[in-house]
């Protein structure tokens, strides 16, 4: 019987034998587990630094955005409903122009009704065929359109709340467009820029619009709780007792009213995250001022503008002959309305005007200028939206699954905006609603239905939205249902994946492990069997042999495990140590610079690294249970023999 102790002596006496195949178990096996190691000391770091960058934003939140057929598509989409509102803009036409034949006939003024659009419009087709559609652009076609989309409304609220019950929503918010139905600028640095809205509707260039939240048709109203991640610490009070409406910007219009130059695109990701803190700090200071003005309005200014450039070019001309009634130019800081500059109208020229705008009045057509001036105050930032190009590398990647977005659109919210003043938020809202029928049949507003897990949400979305492809939603799936403001339902899934994946991993490395250390335990007992012989001739019994060998097994694991785990920690410090920089940059980035003390690192400590220790013992106590047992069963004499 050999006792514990000498058990202990022989078997790290063995160790320190053919240390060279002793060495290279320990290198082979270690390299495989210290692999699994570093993954997963680098996984629970990215998951750990992504969640908390996510409670900046939306990725801790599962937010479906429900988006309804506009009325316009589903109004094309029915044949039937193109018909009735085809033939009640005839009707509606046909009952005005007899209207119209009256009413001029008692003012005493002229009309002929060929100077009105009709509201149909035909089309020449193949075969001599001929088609109508219609023309919304006429009074008496956004009348009909206007009816219709009344008795015919997009799917709302209640029904997103309806469809989405069993899947246990906890909150519902809206965002809608706004339209304003005529002209919206951004004052550049308090004044108006009378060339460029002289000539808005025809050579105002795509860029100058893109650049302008208020023109381009980006700007919303959106529940509080959708911009909330992105407003400033101090919103709130940024528009108490104010007459501003509170708006968030997206960042690079925030950068562009501060005065900065944008970067190049040579810029290193440390001045972009200086710069994005840099607007972040600053966005509290921009205030600036929007001018509204209706067609009326518009035209007077562009007449005003055309004049004047007209009698410049013709000051020379003794036959040139100014207009009896000339506009000039506001002041440009006041977004006021085009003053008269000169009227040489005869008494009978201004009676008869007077009767046409009494008639235009008369049949919805608007003579009357119409301008307002509003302060807009940043209450917010929103990050910048990841464009195609940049998303396709590794850091628009990083930014793709970390940020949160409103899609680029500047939000004005709600519950802010309904904080002003009401004569205030009356003149405003009147201002901000202004669009027509056809404008208001291009957009619906959007909906939001919030659950408390991913799987609810995900399961929502694949259940119950309509076909993104399809022409119009209705019935059961009135929404086109997907995610909305981060990839948190993504991330949950990946998480789990990459978890999955990791378990495969281990796996195969679990198999390749017992392959290697099998083979060298199972080589160095056989080359041992005199070894074996000898013990068991002095008298040691296969229990005594087993716990020898054993023990040192064991041992030789636990040396795997050691060099694994002190490999792989330091695999995952080293890449961490390398990366976390560069990274951190672009998570702030996503996030707009909001907290500049986040650190985004690749590397964090997890319990789950014991485990990866415990199977390499598993391993290595498991790889030579069948050589032991052949070995201690063979005759110590005939082993002695062929040695």
């Known amino acids: 019987m050999i006792g514990i102790v ?25 390299l495989l587990f210290s692999c699994v190691v570093a993954a997963l000391l680098l996984s629970q770091g990215v998951f750990h630094s992504i969640n908390q960058f996510n409670k900046l934003g939306f990725g801790q939140r599962y937010i479906v955005q429900a988006t309804p057929t506009t009325p316009i598509v589903a109004f094309y989409d029915s044949q039937s409903a193109k018909q009735s509102v085809e033939a009640r803009a005839t009707q509606l036409y046909t009952q005005t122009v007899a209207a119209k034949t009256q009413e001029a006939k008692k003012l005493g003024i002229a009309y002929d009704s060929s100077s009105d659009e009709k509201p149909l419009q035909t089309f020449s087709g193949p075969n001599d ?16 359109l206007s009816e219709y989309f009344a008795a015919n409304p997009a799917p709302g609220a209640q029904s997103l709340k309806a469809i989405s019950a069993k899947y246990h929503p906890t909150a519902f918010y809206s965002a809608s467009s706004v339209s304003v139905g005529g002209s919206f600028v951004t ?17 105002t260039t795509s860029q100058s619009i893109q650049n302008d939240v208020l023109q381009n048709g980006s700007l919303e109203f959106a529940s509080e709780s959708l911009v909330q991640p992105f407003l400033l610490p101090n919103a709130r009070s940024l528009t108490k007792n104010s007459a501003a409406i509170p708006i968030a910007l997206p960042y690079t219009a925030a950068e562009r009213d501060l005065g900065l130059t944008p970067l190049p695109g040579t810029a290193s990701s440390s001045q972009k995250l200086a710069r994005i803190q840099q607007v972040y700090k600053q966005a509290a200071s921009i205030r600036f001022y929007g001018c509204y003005r209706n067609g009326t309005s518009m035209s007077q200014i562009q007449s005003a503008v055309t004049t004047a450039s007209e009698i410049a070019a013709n000051k020379n001309n003794k036959n040139y002959q100014k207009p009896n009634l000339i506009y000039g130019l506001p002041a440009a800081n006041l977004c006021g309305q085009a003053p008269v500059a000169s009227d040489t109208r005869t008494a009978d020229e201004k009676s008869m005007d007077q009767k046409q705008a009494q008639f235009n009045a008369m049949f919805g057509i608007n003579t009357t200028p119409d301008q307002l ?118 991330l949950k899934d990946l998480r789990q994946k990459i978890s999955g994946a990791l378990r495969y991993g281990a796996g195969i490395v679990i198999v390749l492990a017992s392959i290697i250390m099998t083979t060298t335990l199972g080589r160095m007992l056989a080359d041992g069997r005199r070894e074996t012989a000898v ?11 087993s716990a020898v060998y054993g023990l040192y097994t064991v041992i030789l694991s636990l040396l795997v495990a050691a060099f694994a785990l002190v490999l792989g920690t330091g695999v995952a410090r080293i890449v961490d140590n390398y990366y976390w920089r560069t990274v951190t940059i672009q998570a702030q980035l996503a996030y707009g610079g909001s ?20 199977l390499a013992v598993a391993v290595g106590i498991v790889s030579v249970l069948l050589p032991l047992i052949r070995n201690v069963r063979r005759n110590p004499i005939q082993d002695m023999r062929d040695e």
């Not at 790290?12 to 053919?18: D, G, I």
């Not at 809205?197 to 050579?203: D, G, L, N």
């Not at 013990?535 to 042999?545: L, N, P």
């Open 373 to 490: 001036k509003m302060p807009f105050q940043v209450v917010g930032i929103i990050p910048a939206q990841q464009d195609k190009a940049s998303s396709d590398s590794a850091a628009g990647i990083l930014q793709s699954l970390v940020g949160s977005s409103l899609s680029g659109n500047a939000a004005i919210p709600q519950e802010l905006y309904n904080e002003l003043p009401t004569p205030l938020r009356t003149q405003y809202t009147s201002v901000l609603t202004k669009g027509d029928a056809l404008s208001a049949g291009n957009t619906a507003p959007s909906y939001y239905a919030e659950f408390s897990n991913a799987t609810d949400a995900r399961n929502f979305i694949n259940d119950a939205s309509c076909s993104p492809q399809a022409v119009s939603c209705s019935g059961a799936t009135p929404f086109v249902l997907s995610a909305f403001g981060s990839n948190s339902i993504a």
């Open 6 to 30: 000498d058990t202990y002596i022989l078997a790290f006496t063995k160790l320190r034998t053919r240390r060279i195949r002793t060495i290279l178990t320990i290198v082979t096996s270690g």
């Open 535 to 545: 013990f068991r001739a002095t008298g040691a019994k296969r229990i005594d042999i």
């Open 187 to 203: 004052m550049r640095s308090g004044e108006e820029n009378f060339s460029t809205e002289a000539s808005s509707s025809s050579t």
């Open 129 to 144: 065929t001929t088609s109508t559609t219609l023309n919304g652009a006429t009074p008496t076609a956004q009348q009909a």
């Open 595 to 614: 907290d500049p003390h986040l650190r985004f690192r690749l590397f964090s400590m997890t319990a789950s690294i014991l485990l990866v220790a415990a």
